[in-house]
C-alpha cells in the first residue's frame, strides 16, 4: 500500500518560515520524481517545486528564490523549505510522487498552509 504523508503545515505570519515534510512509503522512492504541488481556495492545483531522481530541481517562479526541495532517498522523504512567506502563499500543499512514465502517479492527503498578513 502506497502512502504518502505531509507534515509541517500550519498557520505562520507573513515573512516567516515552513518546512514541509513528506514521507512515502510502498514505493521505491529514489525511482520517482517528487514534487511539492498547492490548491488556494477556488484555484486550480499548481505546481511548486519538483526535485528529480537525479536531484535537478525545478520551481514555479511564485516560489522562486525563497523555497527549497530536497530529498533524501534513506529516509524515503522529501521536504519544501519556504522562506519569506506571503499571503499568497496560503493553501493546501500536496506531495505527489511521479515516476515519469513509468507507472502511476500518487498523492499525499495534503497539509494545510495559512500566512497571516
Known amino acids: 500500500q502506497v502512502q504518502l504523508v505531509e507534515s509541517g503545515g500550519g498557520l505562520v505570519q507573513s515573512g516567516g518560515s515552513l518546512r514541509l515534510s513528506c514521507a512515502a512509503s510502498?514505493?521505491?522512492?529514489?525511482?520517482?520524481?517528487m514534487g511539492w504541488y498547492r490548491q488556494a481556495p477556488g484555484k486550480q492545483r499548481e505546481l511548486v517545486a519538483v526535485?528529480?531522481?537525479?536531484?535537478?530541481?525545478n520551481y514555479a517562479d511564485s516560489v522562486k528564490g525563497r523555497s527549497r526541495i530536497s530529498r533524501d532517498n534513506a529516509k524515503n522523504t522529501v521536504w519544501l523549505q519556504m522562506n519569506s512567506l506571503k499571503s499568497e502563499d496560503t493553501a493546501i500543499y500536496y506531495c505527489k510522487a511521479d515516476p515519469l512514465g513509468y507507472g502511476r502517479a500518487f498523492w499525499g492527503q495534503g497539509t494545510q498552509v495559512t500566512v497571516s498578513s
Open positions: 510502498g514505493i521505491i522512492f529514489s525511482a520517482y520524481a
Open positions: 526535485v528529480t531522481t537525479g536531484g535537478s530541481t
